[in-house]
Nanobody
């Protein structure tokens, strides 16, 4: 059973930074593409950033140049560095696999004040 545990969220002023972490159990992590997703109140969950097993990345247009996804296969962990945060980035952030979604973790709340 794969488990995903997100951490690192918090309250930050606009223009600030946060680094999210997601620890994934299971040996399939290192061969799997991973993604960071977010869900704001009243909105659909959306993919924010993705990273392949080989390290190639892609981003939602609205976060390009501000967010960076990375991974540490030795630690079964994927990260999301978020800089120049905006109030519209406020959401619960989740990580998950790209090809086949696993049960969602609890997520981590990111709140950006103006």
């Amino acid at each position: 059973q794969v488990q995903l545990v997100e951490s690192g969220g918090g309250l930050v002023q606009a223009g600030g930074s946060l680094r999210l972490s997601c620890a994934a159990s299971g040996i399939i992590f290192r061969i799997s593409a991973m993604g960071w997703y977010r869900q704001a109140p009243g909105k659909q969950r959306e993919l924010v950033a993705g990273i392949t097993a080989g390290g190639s990345t892609d981003y939602l247009d609205s976060v390009k140049g501000r967010f960076t996804i990375s991974r540490d296969n030795a630690k079964n962990t994927v990260y999301l560095q978020m800089n120049s945060l905006k109030p519209e980035d406020t959401a619960v952030y989740y990580c998950n696999f790209r090809a086949v979604l696993r049960p969602w973790g609890q997520g981590t709340q990111v709140t950006v004040s103006s």
